[in-house]
């Protein structure tokens, strides 16, 4: 996907896929691609993204 970033170790917040999550370069989209989930980012500091720490 050219423009997009994948989050290692991002959860789905819709199909709960660990690492299916995609960043737009810019920071504005957040794609799953197991899913076809869909959040468009409006800087309000609030996350919807959960990250599996190891």
């Excluded at 994948?6 to 199909?15: D, H, K, L, M, W």
């Excluded at 999550?21 to 996350?47: A, M, P, Q, R, T």
């Amino acid at each position: 996907m050219k423009g997009y970033k994948f989050i290692a170790g991002a959860v789905c917040p819709s199909c709960g896929d660990i690492d299916s999550i995609v960043l737009k370069n810019d920071d504005s989209i957040v794609k799953c691609i197991s899913c076809n989930y869909f959040e468009k980012k409006d800087n309000n500091g609030e996350e919807s993204i959960r990250i599996i720490n190891d």
